[in-house]
């Protein structure tokens, strides 16, 4: 099968499509023929060696986390999934493969495609869906009234993040440019700030929640418009200061819970029309290398997917 493929921690010249042997399914997975196959900038990060010590790679590595297809074989173990059904979800933290024909995944983390959707919609919603909803529904706890910061609006978490907030009545803030303006709008912000020209610090104050998706200046910054006692919230590979800044801020870094209840729980977000797929790009597989290209400007909006079949 084709896949795309990475020999050791490297920059996007080390990656290329080659042929691999089609993966069996252990005791508890299910071979999946992959349809589509988001692309998270987690995927460049850790083959960059960005985030080693909380992910580390077998060589040679089949990329990708984010999936959507139908399931193949099935492990001996597997009574919850069967031949044929329409699965999405996100590959584990320890295993990989989904930008390929095929990739062989624990059936516990996929759950049943809603019918109204794409594959390619499918995959580009899982990763962002089960990040945002442990940050913001696990650990901030969004209610409605509360005043929410999401930086970087316009990418995959933003979006989803902004629609979730949105729905559970919160009143929403978001940075982005210029030019992405009416996509966070649509999506549901109340305010937009530009990141380019406006310092969010400026405008902004006396907020409940940040979810901080930068890391680095932008972190440090986001105390500055939280109120005494509000949490500043992030998963990103920049490591946290030794010291924070202000000692009445709670800050959390979360690990998000990789399962089929996650999944499910996102089935529910669509079906009430509470969140939806934003696909902004859509590449072959043999095209992989120059969709990886776009996510790593840091640019692009909303979701990229590789459509494999």
Same mark, same amino acid.
């Given at each position: ?65 984010? %999936? ?30 989904? /930008? ?35 940050? !913001? ?13 999401? /930086? ?78 509000? %949490? ?36 529910? !977000? ?28 840091? /640019? ?10």
């Amino acid at each position: 099968m084709q896949a795309l493929v990475y020999d050791e921690y490297c920059d996007l010249s080390g990656m290329r499509i080659t042929e691999v042997a089609k993966p069996k399914p252990r005791q508890n997975d299910v071979v999946v023929e992959v349809h589509a196959a988001g692309i998270n900038p987690i995927d460049w990060k850790v083959r960059e060696g960005q985030m080693r010590g909380r992910f580390e790679l077998d060589f040679p590595n089949v990329a990708g986390r984010d %999936l959507s297809g139908i399931v193949m074989e099935v492990g001996k173990d597997v009574t919850s999934l069967n031949r044929g059904d329409h699965v999405f979800g996100t590959c584990p933290p320890n295993r990989w493969g989904s /930008h390929a024909e095929f990739v062989a995944v624990d059936a516990g983390v996929l759950g049943i495609k809603p019918s109204d959707i794409s594959h390619v919609e499918a995959a580009s919603i899982s990763l962002v869906g089960l990040t945002a909803l442990t940050v !913001l529904e696990k650990t901030a706890m969004i209610e409605p009234g509360m005043d929410v910061l999401i /930086h970087a609006g316009a990418g995959g978490v933003g979006a989803f993040a902004i629609q979730y907030s949105k729905f559970c009545g919160a009143k929403v803030f978001a940075t982005a440019s210029e030019a992405n303006f009416d996509f966070v709008t649509q999506l549901g912000a109340d305010k937009v700030i530009d990141y380019r020209t406006v310092d969010f610090r400026d405008v902004l104050s006396n907020l409940d929640v940040v979810y901080d998706t930068m890391g680095g200046d932008t972190h440090l910054k986001s105390y500055d418009v939280l109120r005494s006692g509000g %949490l500043l919230v992030g998963l990103n590979a920049d490591p946290l200061p030794d010291e924070k800044p202000r000692g009445d801020i709670r800050v959390e870094i979360p690990l998000v819970d990789y399962d089929r209840a996650g999944v499910n729980r996102i089935v529910e !977000l669509l079906r009430v029309k509470a969140v939806r797929p934003s696909v902004s790009a859509v590449f072959a597989l043999s095209d992989a290398i120059d969709a990886y290209k776009l996510s790593e400007t840091t /640019h692009a909006k909303g979701k990229i997917v590789l459509s494999i079949k």
